[in-house]
């Protein structure tokens, strides 16, 4: 039984999830998908913003570098590093408007309109691109993003974050918060039905019990596997 739990609580920190991997491999797109993937590889990226978070506003190069320096700090005691680029809007006027593109600031503003330079053509953003390491570990990372934000004097509240690994991130805890709610749910029709199957408590804890255990046994196996715990995978725990 401990071996059990331990195995089954490391299924539960594992829960990773990527609504792009739910993609049906005989479609169309999900074929020219993994042909991208192939060739260009897979930046999972966030996107920072908050009200009057505009080109001129000083508070952006400064997430950048607060975000930089955090990315190295990590890398200096030996992990991998958290992100491996940061663009902000103003970074990328500049270099459109500098020596190598030659471009008008008009000409850069409208092409970046409706991406990284919001309709009024102030609204800007920053997009940090993060590392593979990080995948596994999006509740981390994206409370680094959000304490940097407010490091630089972004109130907590006004902080909007979004990108697929934001997405990602809402999955894997919403999923993980299902799991107590279905597996509770499933756990009293259980308990019920055994008690008007078998009218005796003895015979319903038994039955009880053992079900109780291959459901959690359940979750034990997926470790085992080599595979991280998904939401669709979570399901099983109740329907065991």
């Not at 739990?5 to 491999?25: C, E, G, K, Y």
């Not at 897979?42 to 966030?46: L, S």
């Not at 078998?198 to 009880?208: A, D, G, K, N, Y």
């Not at 459901?215 to 596997?225: E, G, I, T, W």
């Given at each position: 039984l401990p071996l059990t739990?331990?195995?089954?609580?490391?299924?539960?920190?594992?829960?990773?999830?990527?609504?792009?991997?739910?993609?049906?491999?005989?479609?169309?797109?999900t074929r020219q998908y993994?042909?991208?993937?192939?060739r260009f590889g897979?930046?999972?990226?966030?996107v920072v913003s908050w009200p009057g978070c505009s080109l001129e506003d000083e508070r952006l190069p400064q997430l950048s570098s607060h975000l930089a320096k955090?990315?190295?700090?990590?890398?200096?005691?030996?992990?991998?590093?958290?992100?491996?680029?940061?663009?902000?809007g103003r970074e990328l006027i500049d270099d459109l408007t500098g020596v190598g593109a030659g471009l008008t600031l008009e000409q850069a503003l409208n092409r970046l309109r409706g991406t990284m330079i919001g309709p009024d053509l102030k609204q800007t953003c920053a997009v940090v691109t993060l590392s593979e390491d990080s995948r596994l570990r999006l509740s981390f990372v994206l409370a680094e993003i959000r304490s940097s934000a407010v490091a630089i004097g972004v109130a907590i509240e006004d902080i909007h974050l979004g990108g697929p690994a934001v997405v990602n991130?809402?999955?894997?805890?919403?999923?993980?918060q299902s799991l107590v709610r279905l597996a509770g749910l499933a756990a009293l029709v259980g308990l019920v039905i055994a008690w008007l199957c078998?009218?005796?408590?003895?015979?319903?804890?038994?039955?009880?019990?053992i079900s109780g255990y291959s459901?959690?046994?359940?979750?034990?196996?997926?470790?085992?596997?080599g595979m991280p715990l998904n939401a669709i995978l979570i399901t099983m725990v109740p329907l065991v």
């Open positions: 739990i331990m195995a089954a609580r490391t299924a539960i920190s594992s829960n990773v999830n990527d609504v792009r991997d739910w993609l049906p491999s005989h479609y169309e797109e993994q042909w991208f993937r192939d897979n930046e999972e990226f966030v955090r990315s190295r700090a990590g890398e200096s005691l030996g992990k991998p590093p958290l992100f491996t680029k940061i663009m902000t991130d809402a999955i894997d805890k919403s999923s993980s078998f009218r005796e408590i003895r015979l319903t804890l038994i039955v009880f019990l459901a959690l046994l359940s979750l034990a196996v997926v470790p085992l596997c």
